[in-house]
């Protein structure tokens, strides 16, 4: 059974991923990761695609990103976070108006094929599809 220390519950049960929140403070293991991956590939920046709900639940968020920010402009990589004010239906909205197709994006925490439809990151896709006044093309599994 597979759990991350500090989390009571398993994230797997009866051989199904279950639905867990993400891991606050995340960003911390990603972003290096991916600054040092744009440096090695000869990129100059890392576009992180957080919005505005994603610094409802890391309150510190802003601080944090800012950081690494700095991190990245010590080796020559800029750190943006372009939608980190908006709110995540005004991003869906923009980026339909740009021809983006919302099937080809992933929300769900569980990493199945289709969408779990319960987990928190499918409600919040949910609940942006509303609020956007868009049709949801979403596949969920409930
Ligand atoms: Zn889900």
Not at 10 to 31: D, M
């Amino acid at each position: 059974m597979f759990r991350i220390k500090g989390v009571s519950v398993p994230f797997i049960e009866k051989g199904w991923l279950r639905p867990h929140e993400p891991i606050t403070h995340r960003n911390l293991v990603i972003l290096p990761i991916a600054i040092a991956f744009a440096k090695e590939k000869g990129y100059g920046e890392v576009i992180i695609a957080s919005v505005k709900e994603d610094c409802e639940y890391e309150k510190d968020r802003i601080i944090v990103i800012s950081k690494l920010k700095e991190l990245g402009s010590m080796i020559g990589i800029k750190v943006s976070t372009p939608f980190a004010l908006m709110p995540k239906w005004m991003l869906l909205r923009l980026g339909t108006a740009s021809g983006l197709d919302p099937s080809d994006t992933y929300s769900c925490l569980l990493g199945h094929a289709y969408h779990c439809g319960q987990c928190s990151q499918c409600q919040r896709r949910k609940e942006a599809f509303k609020q956007a006044g868009l049709s949801d093309p979403t596949r969920y599994y409930s």
